[in-house]
């Protein structure tokens, strides 16, 4: 078995989520949640371990057998973290997605629940520039990120025709070699992403 514990703790909100796994070898993968919890725990318990078992050359049976969460610190996708990465953990995965983005529609309600008439304080951009200049919006973006009032940031990840939100913060600039930069910062005119800031701007109205 193992156990995965989801900790942060900053001034802003925390995240909070401890969920222990047992992983055994199947001929086809399976999830089973065992663990005593909220429907809307154990779905996110469920949709956590199938996210980690995405993409994986080796089958597994994942039996989710206990998560604990707080009344205060936790929120929409930390149990769903906490359980793809205990189920990461239990295979040895040495080279795990860099994030853990949820699509469900279950789950986006719950999130844009929640976030019901909270302020937009910004939205952040990763932009692919390439010496020292850039192609227009949608074609030189990369990533996305929305800052809410008194909440965890939000990436926005692009997967095919699938569009995955997950909790973490904007990252900085880095270089690509040869092949130009990725530069962060807030998005700005005439960008399409820029207009969703401005006086009375609501995450969901």
Known sequence: MRTFRLLRQTNRPSRFAEVTV???????????VSAVAVDEHRREAELGARWALRGLS??????????FVSEVDTSVGDVYEATARAVWQAMRVEDPAS???????????????????????????????????????AESLLHAWL????AIPVGLHGRGD???????????????????????????????LSGFIGPGSRAVP
Not at 22 to 32: C, D, H, K, L, M
Not at 162 to 187: I, T, V
């Open 147 to 150: 800052l809410v009032e008194n």
């Open 99 to 137: 994030y853990v983005g949820f699509s469900h529609p279950a789950m986006v309600a719950s999130w844009l629940e929640s976030m019901v008439g909270r302020r937009l304080d910004a939205v952040m951009e990763a932009r692919y520039w390439c010496e020292g200049r850039r192609d227009p919006d």
């Open 22 to 32: 047992q992983v055994a070898v199947s001929s086809r993968s399976a999830v089973e």
């Open 162 to 192: 699938e569009l995955l939100l997950a909790k973490e913060s904007p990252y900085r600039s880095y270089e690509m070699d040869r092949c130009g930069e990725a530069r962060g910062g807030p998005a700005r005119r005439p960008d399409v």
């Open 58 to 67: 080796a089958a597994a049976r994942v039996t989710v057998t206990s998560l």
